[in-house]
Structure formats: C-alpha cells, structure tokens
C-alpha cells in the first residue's frame, strides 16, 4: 500500500512539473518574442512611421513610414473577415439546422478541416493562378479573396462548434412555439452563438493580417495607399520581410518596429475578443 502510494505520489508531481515546464515554455516564448521585437523595434517606432508613407529613399534609411502597410493590412484583413463571415454563417446554420445529420454535411465539415490545414502559401498559388485565368492583375480584391479562403475554415468550424454546444431543447422550444427552422436559426441559435461569434470573427481577423505567403502573389506590394479594389496593397508581414532583406541596418530596425505594430494590432484584438465575449454573454442562455 505504501509502494503503491508513493508510485502515484512521484507520477502525481512527474506530471505536475511537466505542466509547469510546459507553462514556462509557452510563457517563456511569448516573453521572449514579445522582448525582441520592442527593444529593437521600439527606438525605430516614431510617428512618421505610423503617420507616412514611405518617401524618397526610403529603403536607403532616409525619410517616411509604413502608414500604406497599416492601413493596407486593416483593408486585407477586414475585408477578407467581412468574405469569410458572409460566407461561413449560411454554411454553418445550413449544417446544423437543415442538414444536420447527413453525409453532405459530413463531407463539408471534411473539407472544412482540409482547408484549415492547408498551407497559406497553396492558397496564394491558387490566387494567382485564378488571377493568370482571369486576366487580372495584383490587387486588393485578390488579397481579401485569398484571405477570405484562408479565413473561411477558421471561422466557419469555431462557429460550428458553437452551435453544436446549444442544447437541442432550445430549438425544440423554438419549434413548439410555432417558429419554423429559419426563424429559429436567425433568432435563437444566432443569438445563443454571439460571444463566441464575436471571438471566432476576431481570432479570424488576427489571422488574416498576420498572413503573408497568401497576399504576397495576390495584393501585391505598393508604397502608396489603395484607393481602389483594383489597385495593389501592401501589407505590413511584407513591410517586416522586405525591411529585414535590405542591407541598411536603419531599415532592418524599421523592420522590426513594423513587427511591434502588428504584435500590438494582433494583441490588441485578442483583447478585443475577450471583451466582447464578456459583453455578448448576456445574450445567451446558461
């Protein structure tokens, strides 16, 4: 009995030492990034980075910033987000209201899950290669569409999840109250889905901006702002990338001060997410 209680004593602590050093590992990689990329990002980080676009010689270390990489990133990632929602909420209350049960939604989950697992650069090649099919050139409305795909998953299967959480005697209620499958869907399941909505709609959102193999075939890379769908937009992973190559240490410093803006935009909607979660959960029935 003895010999017994000590072998799950020492498992016991075994386990909880590998769960600490896990822990210090994951916290430790954070700190670790999040270190770097303010102290040598952080003495570059003015506000002609944040308030310019890059000028004559900028990539020489003379003047400007990379205002065309923010303002194209928000641009790429959010219309990308606004695609991959439009998309992702039919599909989903499709599944789970009208199909639930069958093999067609089986097969969907299926290539939902494929499709998360494929690599960003695939999705690149196969935008460009529409855009070679369609005569197109670099633009805006490319990027948002490949990172509308590379979205789509993420979303779409975190809100599936969510729905599947709600209790089946919610609809059933639903139902014997009189309303019909698409009243109870828009009404009920939509409404119960919201904090986790919210959340699967920004976790998409970071996703998105932080991508650079699919945009770097499909938006392109511009000094200037996009004025229009059709015109090429730059991104700040590219801004990061392009910086980094050059041999000018003062522009390899900007590099990094562009990581620092967008590791405090990907922060800053994790943060967001939370909140709204904490918001919307009023909504739902516990």
Do not use: C
Request: aromatic share 8%; net charge positive.
């Amino acid at each position: 009995m003895k010999r017994r209680f000590s072998r799950r004593y020492l498992e016991e602590k075994f386990f909880q030492a590998l769960m600490g050093l896990s822990l210090l590992l994951v916290t430790g990689s954070l700190a670790g990034i999040l270190l770097t990329v303010v102290i040598k990002g952080a003495p570059a980080l003015t506000l002609d980075m944040i308030t310019k676009t890059p000028q004559g010689g900028y990539y020489l270390g003379k003047e400007g910033g990379i205002l065309n990489a923010i303002v194209g990133s928000l641009y790429l990632a959010g219309g990308g987000t606004i695609l991959a929602l439009i998309v992702s909420i039919p599909t989903v209350l499709g599944l789970n209201v009208y199909a639930r049960g069958t093999r067609w939604a089986d097969l969907v989950r299926l290539s939902l899950d494929l499709m998360w697992g494929t690599p960003s650069i695939v999705y690149g090649a196969f935008g460009f290669t529409l855009m070679l099919a369609l005569g197109l050139k670099a633009s805006l409305l490319a990027g948002i569409i490949v990172l509308g795909l590379l979205e789509l998953p993420i979303m779409a299967r975190a809100v599936d999840e969510l729905i599947r959480m709600i209790p089946e005697e919610l609809e059933e209620s639903s139902f014997a109250l009189g309303a019909n499958r698409f009243e109870t869907a828009l009404f009920v399941i939509l409404r119960q889905i919201l904090p986790g909505l919210a959340t699967a709609i920004l976790l998409a959102f970071g996703r998105g901006i932080g991508d650079a193999a699919s945009v770097l075939f499909t938006a392109g890379y511009t000094d200037r702002i996009p004025d229009s769908l059709m015109a090429p937009a730059a991104s700040l992973p590219l801004a990061v990338f392009f910086q980094l190559n050059t041999p000018f240490p003062e522009v390899q410093q900007r590099a990094y001060a562009a990581a620092l803006i967008l590791t405090v935009i990907v922060l800053l909607t994790s943060l967001g997410s939370r909140w709204l979660a904490g918001r919307l959960g009023r909504y739902t029935i516990r």
